[in-house]
């Protein structure tokens, strides 16, 4: 260890250089790699969803519609020619209106009113689309082009368009703002103007080559993308300052920097290995989950911890060495106050505090068990965005719309008949399409257009579209896929596929329902380890784990108690790195504890830890919570 120490410490220079090579390609590299907006793609292969979108690729050319248009004050005509212009549009791949459901030709008023209402109401049209995934802001904004400023769009299409500019443009706002605050968190903790600069390039470095990495893992989600750099800078900026405190002691200790400098990574490496070791036992978790999409967040906070352990070990000390002289130039006087004696306030309270959370703490355990979640992403656009004003204005005049396609054997055109039928008069059914009920049994598929069939037929499939005046997801819209379900299964058996955005959201319900469990235990288990082997004992494992625990249960009940939902992934990032995170104070204070308590009373020795440990673990809780502030602040998703 001393001879890899040293030999980094005598080429200070050129480890300064290759850190700052490696970043420059990291960032390179970076532009390269795919990022997939669709949550659908990160179901497990075997959900009943993830199996009719193949199935439905390889039979049919058409999707799912993804997308509604509403057209104000037109005749059907018009609408007409808007639907010839939106069909125009690349990436467009069907668009369906009033005149696929119904004989036009004849006055409307005559046709059934329901189904008519559901695509032309008051002057007012709806139209249907399908696109093509991958171009989605492209798409959009041709759209927008076509139908003006005074016509509305929503449904997937601009939620994923939505997600697709946030994944670039939020982020970076995001560190917009959190980069200047940690810096002011930082001056105020430290003696030099200098030392928040080295502490933000060297966590820097570590982001840019984690995000140029995922090149080789072909591609990441959205949500990945946008809020793992937040992340890793906020859980890994600890590592420098206790690097930089230590050497700071042995500067005092010694005229040689170097030595200095190598002393104070064999002092901290170890509490720095732990403290690494626990946040990521914690992101370790997050990939066993059968939802992929904790996988590849997992992975790329793995990374990132790992990548920020080797930046601050490697590229930090040299830097700092080779900064010293600016380091020295820049000193202030100290800014935050002495916080020793804050356990004198502390200790008087310590009853209450214990009393009051034991009152709370059961209430919260319940409350934040019955929490409610949003799986998808659309449902918490800010009220503000023009898609949010779309969607409540298409919603206002037509009511909430939500596609599903069903894939039903092809062959007995009287049961699809007969099925389409019972489907028409279901609850929350607002609309089918299907040739059965659009074309009619009685005309002879060999009497129509190839055109005409490949919309409802492929080679074993036919193809049902149906509408649902639902929210994409929440109870009532689960329990209309299940009656959807119930009804296909009750005239096909096994034999039918069914899928859309509610489809996909109630597999993915179910299936997060049985991967939450497994995670926290995992976490528990894994950092319950962890504090084994750090403290050699079992009371002091199980009571710093009830005390983040009760922490964790007190901020999830807060939704609960606010009756609003959470989203699952906000709710998965809480409960992983709250534990991950902040385990590292409490082994802080532990440690402390432990060796005062060689010494001193149980009383005086966590006074003395209180003292000694409060300003470290205010500053790095000061940090996180801005990060987490930051996100909620500039996100679009609320």
Known sequence: MDFIIRHLLQNKKKVVIFSLILAVIGAILSLAVTINYSMVDYLPSDAKSTKALSVMKKEFTQSVPNGQVMITNVSIQEVIDYKNKLSNIEGITEVLWLDDVVDITIPVEFSDKKTVNSYYKDGNALVSITTKSGNEIKTLNSIYEVIGKNNSVSGDLVDIATQQSMATSEPARAMIILIPIIIIILLIST????????????????????????????????????????????????????????????????????????????????????????????????????????????????????????????????????CNKWIEKARHKKILPDLKNISKKTSKLRIVTVIIICIILVPCFLAQGKSTFIYGMGSNLSSTSRSSYDTKIINETFGKSTAMVLLVPKGDNAKEEILCDELEITPHVTSVVSYANTVGTAIPSNFLSDDVLNQFYSENYSRIILYTNTEAEGEIAFSTVENIEKIVKKHYGEEFLSLGNSVSLYDLKNVVEKDTSVVNLIAVIAITLVLLITFKSISLPLLLLLTIEASIWINLSVPYFAGNSLCYIGYLVISTVQLGATVDYAILLTDHYMNNRKTMTAKEAIKMSLGDTTKSIFISGSILASAGFCLGIISSDQ
């Open 191 to 322: 003696t030099s103007y200098v030392e928040p600069i080295l502490f933000l390039l060297t966590i820097g470095i570590a982001v840019l080559i984690n995000l140029g990495s995922n090149i080789f893992l072909g591609e990441v989600s959205f949500i990945t993308q946008a809020i793992s750099p937040i992340l890793q800078l906020a859980v890994s900026l600890d590592y420098a300052i206790f690097l930089l405190h230590s050497y700071g002691v042995y500067k005092k200790q010694t005229d040689d920097l170097n030595e200095a400098m190598r002393l104070a990574i064999k002092r901290s490496i170890s509490a720095i290995m732990a403290s690494a070791a626990t946040t990521l036992f914690g992101f370790i978790a997050l990939m066993f989950m059968n939802f992929r999409i904790g996988s590849d967040l997992g992975i790329n906070l793995v990374k990132g911890i790992i990548f920020s352990f080797l930046s601050v070990m490697i590229f930090l000390p040299t830097l700092t060495l080779c």
